[in-house]
Nanobody, 123 residues
Framework: QVQLVESGGGLVQAGGSLRLSCAAS????????MGWYRQAPGKQRELVAAITNGGSTKKYADSVKGRFTISRDNAKNTVSLQMNSLKPEDTAVYYC????????????????WGQGTQVTVSS
């Protein structure tokens, strides 16, 4: 049974930082690219960042470039998202996902999702 469990969300003031983590089990973690998505109330889920299975290539949404960093530890089956200089518009539920990151830069999510972790940024 595939499980992706996110942690690290919370309430933070604008300008602050949070580090999200996602622990994976039930999959061969090193085979999959991993992505972080977010969904704000009333909005569609959007890809925030993705990383290839080996960690050599990373992709970021324009809205988070320079502020967020995705990383992974294949020995521990974890993927993390370091979020700095947080803004109120970063407020959302953040989900991790296992999928494929193509050389074209497009990310295709497989149907493996975590339950999400809430990030709230106050102004």
């Amino acid at each position: 049974q595939v499980q992706l469990v996110e942690s690290g969300g919370g309430l933070v003031q604008a300008g602050g930082s949070l580090r999200l983590s996602c622990a994976a089990s039930g999959i061969i973690f090193s085979v999959y690219a991993m992505g972080w998505y977010r969904q704000a109330p009333g909005k569609q889920r959007e890809l925030v960042a993705a990383i290839t299975n080996g960690g050599s290539t990373k992709k970021y949404a324009d809205s988070v470039k320079g502020r967020f960093t995705i990383s992974r530890d294949n020995a521990k089956n974890t993927v993390s998202l370091q979020m700095n200089s947080l803004k109120p518009e970063d407020t959302a539920v953040y989900y991790c996902n296992a999928g494929t990151l193509y050389y074209t830069g497009s990310y295709s999510p497989a149907n493996y999702w975590g339950q999400g972790t809430q990030v709230t940024v106050s102004s």
